[in-house]
């Protein structure tokens, strides 16, 4: 059962029985072994096809019927070494299994297995968001909401309250929020295109869905600061 996946010129041998092994599989398909852990695509590890729509119940009984194998009292009488590779592939799997069944986090992963850069916003404004990096039809709206954050964090130093103030705060983290979901619609419904692309092997259509994929992830961790950043500020109140 091959949960660890290499490409095939890094054939090797069970150091148990000597069998011949292809890639890195967890266990020997020979003797049942547990073999040393090696580089893993997630994808290849649950043996599925590098594909955003994934069959979630089917991921998740591979992922218990592989935790129960790598469970430590099956390999109690293990050497030292065979505990320690089974300790090693069980972390992989859970890491694995943590990002696949996570719709965002799945399909940031397939675009870094692909090479698609990702610009992951980091606010360098003292954890705040950073006007220059927003999308270029936010600007507007990123300047209205940061005028409106300063000044509601100057009232509460002054320990003054603006009732007005903090409903508008309250209707654009709605309306961010509402962003959010239609951008995670727009991302499901790219899911289809990269599929496809992919199992036509349309190259350029992959190079297309991964453009638009990395630009719409890039929108969502905007919106998802400027979200957090009002939380915060009326959560200080």
């Known amino acids: 059962m ?25 266990f020997c398909p020979a003797c049942g072994k547990v073999q040393a852990p090696g580089p893993a695509d997630y994808f290849s590890l649950f043996q599925l096809p590098r594909r955003l729509e994934i069959d979630l119940p089917a991921l998740e009984a591979m992922f218990y019927r592989y935790s129960r194998k790598l469970h430590p009292d099956l390999h109690a009488r293990a050497t030292e070494e065979e505990q320690q590779w ?17 719709p965002v986090e799945r399909t940031k992963y ?11 916003d980091q606010a360098a404004d003292g954890g705040r968001v950073n006007p220059s990096k927003a999308p270029a039809d936010l600007l507007e709206e990123v300047f209205e909401l940061n005028l409106q954050l300063e000044e509601l964090r100057a009232n509460r130093k002054l320990g003054e ?9 309250e209707q654009s983290k709605t309306h961010f929020v509402a962003q959010l979901e239609a951008v995670d619609r727009e991302l499901r419904s790219l899911w289809s295109a990269w599929d496809e692309a992919e199992e036509r092997g349309d190259e350029a259509g992959k190079t297309g869905a991964k453009r638009d994929l990395a630009a719409l992830l890039h929108r969502r961790t905007y919106l998802g600061n400027l979200v957090r950043d009002v939380n915060e500020t009326l959560g200080d109140l």
């Open 2 to 26: 091959a949960i660890v996946e290499t490409s095939s010129a890094d054939a090797a041998a069970c150091r148990s029985c000597a069998a011949p092994l292809t890639g890195q599989p967890a």
């Open 110 to 120: 397939l675009l870094r297995l692909e090479g698609a850069p990702l610009e992951e």
């Open 86 to 102: 089974s300790t090693a592939q069980a972390s992989l799997l859970n890491n694995a299994y943590r990002c696949l069944k996570d």
């Open 161 to 169: 309250d603006d009732p007005f103030l903090r409903r508008d705060l």
